[in-house]
């Protein structure tokens, strides 16, 4: 079983649709949760990262991670053209490497 | 303030040449980290650079690659021979200090093996 699984899509959504983003994991290790978004032809940015279960909102941008389920979430409210990337969600366990995902390509069309 | 930098942005070489890739980190950034993403597969870490000093190089494939730090600033890594199976995209960042949400990756370096 791989430690990641997120699914690499493309999803395409209409502008000002809600996006829903996810990824599963398997280490009862992982402690720090994130997202990255990716641009293309540019480095993963740092989008979202939080260490707790429960939701964490940052502008249209709301993280979601249930430890239980080991299952976390990267919703987009009003999405946007300009939000079309890949966004990659990325786990820690105590050392300071991430761990990620293969990542999801966004396609919001206007 | 700059990012990180990276040169080339794509480079293209024949099986059994060599290849050395550049990153400028952020100013003031001690630590440096090369990271490599294989085509259809995740970002996998190579390795980190606190200064000059190599922290961890758990995830170097083998010994044809080869990265230094000399002085502290600018980082090379080195593809000597390069294979197929090295195509991809090398991703260097830096951070001040070593909490996850402190990494800044720089544009990546596309190395295509033919």
């Known amino acids: 079983q791989k430690e990641v699984e997120q699914d690499p899509g493309p999803l395409s959504v209409p502008e000002g649709a809600i996006v829903s983003l996810n990824c599963t994991y398997s280490?009862?290790?992982?402690?720090?949760f994130m997202w990255y978004r990716q641009y293309s032809r540019k480095g993963p940015e740092l989008l979202m990262y939080t260490y707790s279960s429960g939701n964490k909102e940052d502008g249209r941008f709301t993280a979601q991670v249930d430890k239980s389920s080991k299952y976390i979430s990267l919703f987009i409210r009003d999405s946007q053209p300009s939000d079309s990337a890949t966004y990659l969600c990325a786990f820690g366990g105590g050392s300071y490497i991430p761990t990620f995902g293969r990542g999801t390509s966004l396609i919001v069309h206007p | 303030e700059a990012g990180v930098t990276q040169f080339p942005s794509h480079s293209v070489i024949e099986k059994g040449q060599t290849v050395t890739l550049r990153c400028d980190p952020i100013s003031g950034h001690d630590n440096l980290y090369w990271y490599r993403r294989v085509m259809g597969k995740e970002i996998k870490f190579l390795l980190h650079f606190v200064k000059e000093s190599k922290q961890d190089e758990s995830g170097m494939p083998n010994n044809r690659f080869l990265a230094e730090r000399t002085g502290g600033t600018y980082s090379t890594l080195k593809v000597q021979p390069a294979e197929l199976e090295d195509s991809g995209v090398y991703f260097c960042a830096s951070s001040q200090g070593q909490d996850y949400n402190e990494q800044f990756f720089g544009p990546g370096t596309r190395l295509t093996v033919l």
């Open positions: 280490n009862s290790a992982f402690q720090y």
